[in-house]
């Protein structure tokens, strides 16, 4: 019976050291700070899909996540020319609004066309029949919103343009018409505005022929462009990162221009995701580590909110075609988009936006091999707070190492429960007692489960 007893202690032993590799070591550098984290420009948006305010109920859950831009499609259902020569803004003002209230400022997405100047519903009809009519108003809306006292700092010229009705707007530009419409826009946008940040395209594939085309005339005619703009849905955090690298690589043939970089949609593949509910906060985080260590300098997670899509909305500037894949996509497909759910609930995703909202002030240096993380100094609430995490199907233990604490410290220590049914924060951040530790360094083992979320609080 010993024999045997010691022969499965052998195999369990050798199990758990196949399971629980040797401990990956972290170092968190409390002395060594490199600089402003500016975790608000890692955003949020929403997609185009109705005239009402689709989160206006969660604007203090979103105030809570300390965006600083918010991307809103300007779709053609806030009909904002309702004929010749009469304008109207009202219902667009709803949705400002919205975005005002969480502290936030609108990323203004232009993807509209009015049928008085598109009358033929055709995705390839990319540019208006009267050009000075389009350019009235766009004068007209940036205006209006400067008058109404909410300057919209970024204006973007179109989106997914390379892909058309398929990306959720009505037109698919070629690289010649997308260069000559952005040139008309820009001009009427920063003549409403000269100090508006203007930009795009806004591409579905960042390796579409639009851009470079549109680098080329931005550089050879003197075009103002101060941000481009692309998208990617794909599970793997390399490949987003590899977007950014051939951006940056585009933009190194064109040094005059220097526009800044906006990734403005991003999820996990939506077509196929993966369905493991620990993943998607993991994942946000792993990216969002990728973009910043890129040197990307905004994105906008895709999205707030899902939402069922009104075919009556979108018949008056979709062909029947385009429509079709709308109301699939969105009334038929499991979604995994949205911060909140078609019923209004957070998923488990909103919550890694809540702690990494929390990683605020001072940057502070991480160093690990392994596993990512972020952490910070802040000034205002006078603490420290550590975000890691284990971008793995596999576990791990991770030896961390608090280095060069200022003082003695409380600490409390949160953990990231995707699984749990319940929406409770305290159930979805799940705390432990808190504990003190002593200035200087403080080193302890800690579990990561795979695709595990963990964050610690110092005062």
């Given at each position: 019976?010993?024999?045997?007893?010691?022969?499965?202690?052998?195999?369990?032993?050798?199990?758990?050291?196949?399971?629980?590799?040797?401990?990956?070591?972290?170092?968190?550098?409390?002395?060594?700070?490199?600089?402003?984290?500016?975790?608000?420009?890692?955003?949020?948006?929403?997609?185009?899909?109705?005239?009402?305010?689709?989160?206006?109920?969660?604007i203090?859950?979103?105030?809570?996540?300390?965006?600083?831009?918010?991307?809103?499609?300007?779709?053609?259902?806030?009909?904002?020319?309702?004929?010749?020569g009469?304008?109207?803004?009202?219902?667009?003002?709803?949705?400002?609004?919205?975005?005002?209230?969480?502290?936030?400022?609108?990323?203004?997405?232009?993807?509209?066309?009015?049928?008085?100047?598109?009358?033929?519903?055709?995705?390839?009809?990319?540019?208006?029949?009267?050009?000075?009519?389009?350019?009235?108003?766009?004068?007209?809306?940036?205006?209006h919103?400067?008058?109404?006292?909410?300057?919209?700092?970024?204006?973007?010229?179109?989106?997914?343009?390379?892909?058309?009705?398929?990306?959720?707007?009505?037109?698919?530009?070629?690289?010649?018409?997308?260069?000559?419409?952005?040139?008309?826009?820009?001009?009427?946008?920063?003549?409403?505005?000269?100090e508006?940040?203007?930009?795009?395209?806004?591409?579905?594939?960042?390796?579409?022929?639009?851009?470079?085309?549109?680098?080329?005339?931005?550089?050879?005619k003197?075009?103002?462009?101060?941000?481009?703009?692309?998208?990617?849905?794909?599970?793997?955090?390399?490949?987003?990162?590899?977007?950014?690298?051939?951006?940056?690589?585009?933009?190194?043939?064109h040094?005059?221009?220097?526009?800044?970089?906006?990734?403005?949609?991003?999820?996990?593949?939506?077509?196929?995701?993966?369905?493991?509910?620990?993943?998607?906060?993991?994942?946000?985080?792993?990216?969002?580590?990728?973009?910043?260590?890129?040197?990307?300098?905004?994105?906008?997670?895709?999205?707030?909110?899902?939402?069922?899509?009104?075919?009556?909305?979108?018949?008056?500037?979709?062909?029947?075609?385009?429509?079709?894949?709308?109301?699939?996509?969105?009334?038929?497909?499991?979604?995994?988009?949205?911060l909140?759910?078609?019923?209004?609930?957070?998923?488990?995703?909103?919550?890694?936006?809540?702690?990494?909202?929390?990683?605020?002030?001072?940057?502070?240096?991480?160093?690990s091999?392994?596993?990512?993380?972020?952490?910070a100094?802040?000034?205002?609430?006078?603490?420290?707070?550590?975000?890691?995490?284990?971008?793995?199907?596999?576990?791990?233990?991770?030896?961390?190492?608090?280095?060069?604490?200022p003082?003695?410290?409380?600490?409390?220590?949160?953990t990231?429960?995707?699984?749990?049914?319940?929406?409770d924060?305290?159930?979805?951040?799940?705390?432990?007692?808190?504990?003190?530790?002593?200035?200087?360094?403080?080193?302890?083992?800690?579990?990561?489960?795979?695709?595990?979320?963990?964050?610690?609080?110092?005062?």
């Open positions: 019976m010993r024999t045997k007893l010691s022969a499965i202690s052998g195999v369990l032993t050798m199990l758990a050291g196949v399971a629980w590799a040797q401990p990956v070591g972290v170092e968190v550098r409390f002395g060594e700070r490199i600089g402003p984290m500016r975790m608000e420009r890692m955003s949020l948006g929403q997609g185009g899909l109705s005239d009402e305010p689709m989160w206006q109920d969660r203090a859950e979103i105030r809570a996540l300390r965006p600083g831009l918010i991307r809103l499609f300007i779709q053609e259902y806030f009909d904002l020319l309702p004929e010749k009469r304008y109207r803004f009202d219902t667009l003002d709803r949705s400002v609004d919205t975005i005002l209230k969480t502290g936030a400022q609108p990323v203004m997405c232009i993807c509209f066309k009015p049928p008085v100047l598109f009358p033929t519903i055709d995705q390839d009809i990319v540019e208006p029949t009267d050009y000075a009519a389009w350019e009235e108003l766009i004068l007209k809306l940036v205006r919103y400067r008058e109404r006292g909410n300057r919209i700092h970024f204006w973007e010229v179109a989106n997914e343009p390379d892909i058309g009705e398929s990306g959720g707007c009505p037109y698919r530009f070629k690289p010649d018409s997308y260069a000559r419409y952005y040139e008309r826009t820009v001009a009427a946008i920063l003549k409403g505005d000269p508006a940040r203007v930009g795009g395209p806004a591409l579905a594939s960042v390796r579409s022929p639009i851009l470079p085309v549109l680098l080329e005339v931005c550089d050879s003197d075009v103002p462009l101060h941000f481009i703009s692309w998208h990617i849905y794909s599970s793997s955090p390399k490949a987003v990162r590899d977007t950014i690298t051939y951006a940056k690589g585009l933009l190194a043939k040094p005059r221009l220097k526009p800044e970089t906006m990734l403005d949609e991003w999820n996990m593949d939506l077509t196929n995701p993966p369905l493991d509910p620990r993943l998607q906060p993991c994942f946000i985080s792993e990216v969002i580590w990728q973009m910043k260590d890129a040197g990307l300098d905004y994105s906008y997670y895709y999205h707030i909110r899902d939402w069922q899509v009104e075919p009556a909305l979108f018949s008056n500037f979709m062909s029947p075609q385009g429509l079709a894949f709308m109301a699939r996509w969105w009334n038929r497909m499991p979604q995994f988009d949205g909140f759910d078609y019923q209004n609930n957070p998923r488990p995703s909103y919550f890694a936006f809540k702690l990494l909202s929390r990683v605020a002030g001072e940057r502070l240096a991480i160093v091999s392994n596993l990512h993380g972020f952490a100094h802040d000034e205002q609430l006078r603490m420290y707070n550590v975000m890691i995490w284990n971008f793995s199907a596999s576990p791990v233990t991770a030896r961390v190492r608090f280095g060069d604490l003082s003695d410290l409380r600490v409390r220590h949160l990231l429960d995707a699984q749990t049914g319940s929406n924060e305290n159930a979805r951040l799940r705390p432990d007692p808190p504990q003190r530790v002593k200035k200087g360094t403080y080193s302890f083992e800690t579990p990561f489960e795979p695709y595990g979320v963990q964050f610690w609080m110092l005062e």
